[in-house]
């Protein structure tokens, strides 16, 4: 495959004829764009995080205290930037975060998010909390690769019907979201009164679910309303502990990953409870105010478990230096969220398809420029505290 920095000079054979991208080359620029172009609620809840925000600037901090300190004359001419994750070979070291309620950007919402990653060979992660049932986002992307994230909710049996729908089809590695069993403090969405749920939006999974229909009094499209309440009931459930996951392992025979590990000991837990991954991550801010920045946990958790998991990272990714630095300090591949989501809302497929070349090239111009030819060569010694 072509190098992905090939796009850089794509963008500027272009502008022979006139044309400049439709999208910032310069992905920080896109939550402003969208704020200008789309509503206020909805903008608000994709850039919103919890309580002050602290967090979410936290992630910001900790990846940039850390800088790169580039190496010279290291023949960097055949670079490559694939590598493999969880048994899969991957093209990039990225995957497309699990975010629900995509219809709240662009009517095509996860359709045309996940035929983006398609179309670059990039996994796309589902979330059980989509606005589009998981069969028809996997029929949208062919045999492409898929991973689906489950809300562990309270009700085992929806639980069990959505692992072997999504095994059914086709997606690949389970990702289960540890850090949101109910929803944390978003002043942002209380100031103005906005939850997608109660518009119906999220609950594309669960209104389709017979496991979930069964445990309703009436159809969905009868009470509509007893249907959202259901839902918030379940999709969430803070009464899990550890052993519960034996339950899982036994339902799933494909990898899976825990995402939302910050704690050295709770991705030593994973490890001991059958797991095949972490996702270093606190949600992009949107959970534990006052938490730690996820780039400030990965060195602990990479350090505790990196040879008996693969550790993943997300958190704050906005540039290809991000990416070099999560690589560095210990993560496999790093998941992208609200770049996308942005993406997504001004420009459907082709804003998505943006965001992630844009992502690349930078990742792979900043490789070869500091002296590497792939992930393989990233160590913590290319990098210094600032
Ligand atoms: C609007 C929105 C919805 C999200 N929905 C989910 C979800 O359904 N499941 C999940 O595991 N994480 C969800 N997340 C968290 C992302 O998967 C990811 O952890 C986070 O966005 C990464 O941080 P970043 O936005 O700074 O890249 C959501 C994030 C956003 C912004
Ligand atoms: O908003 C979120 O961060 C999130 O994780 C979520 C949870 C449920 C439905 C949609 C999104």
Not at 77 to 95: K, T
Not at 185 to 209: H, K, S
Request: charged share 20%.
């Amino acid at each position: 495959m072509a190098n992905w920095s090939d796009f850089q000079y794509e963008i500027y054979l272009n502008g022979l004829t006139g044309a400049v991208p439709r999208l910032p080359a310069d992905l920080t620029r896109l939550g402003e764009m969208a704020e200008r172009r789309l509503g206020p609620g909805p903008v608000g809840y994709v850039a919103g995080s919890a309580g002050s925000g602290a967090t979410e600037r936290a992630n910001r901090e900790a990846l940039d205290r850390w800088r790169i300190v580039p190496r010279m004359l290291r023949d960097v001419s055949r670079r490559d930037l694939s590598v493999e994750v969880l048994g899969r070979e991957l093209p990039a070291p990225l995957a497309l975060a699990p975010i629900g309620v995509l219809s709240i950007m662009h009517p095509e919402a996860e359709k045309a998010a996940a035929r983006a990653a398609a179309a670059r060979g990039v996994p796309f992660i589902l979330s059980s909390a989509s606005s589009t049932p998981m069969e028809e986002v996997a029929a949208a992307m062919g045999d492409a690769e898929r991973w689906f994230q489950l809300y562990w909710g309270r009700d085992r049996e929806v639980t069990r019907s959505f692992l072997s729908r999504a095994k059914a089809a086709g997606f690949g590695v389970l990702v289960v979201t540890l850090d949101t069993p109910m929803l944390a403090w978003r002043p942002r969405d209380l100031d103005q009164a906005y939850l997608p749920f109660l518009y119906g939006v999220g609950t594309a999974n669960y209104f389709t679910d017979p496991a979930f229909q069964a445990g309703l009094a009436r159809p969905v499209h009868e009470d509509m309303n007893a249907a959202v309440l259901h839902f918030s009931a379940n999709f969430g459930d803070p009464g899990k502990t550890w052993p519960d996951l034996a339950e899982l392992r036994e339902q799933w025979d494909g990898p899976i990953v825990l995402k939302g590990v910050l704690h050295p000991d709770d991705a030593r837990r994973a490890a001991d409870a059958g797991m095949d991954g972490v996702v270093v991550s606190n949600h992009g801010g949107r959970q534990v105010n006052g938490s730690i920045g996820a780039a400030d946990a990965l060195p602990g958790v990479a350090e505790a478990v990196g040879d008996r998991l693969t550790v993943l990272f997300d958190s704050g990714i906005r540039t290809g230096d991000d990416v070099v630095k999560a690589l560095a300090l210990g993560a496999r591949a790093v998941l992208l969220g609200r770049p996308y989501a942005y993406g997504l809302g001004l420009d459907g497929q082709a804003g998505v398809e943006h965001v992630i070349r844009c992502l690349l090239a930078e990742t792979d111009l900043t490789l070869a420029l500091s002296g590497c030819s792939g992930p393989a060569d990233l160590h913590p010694d290319l990098l210094v505290r600032a």
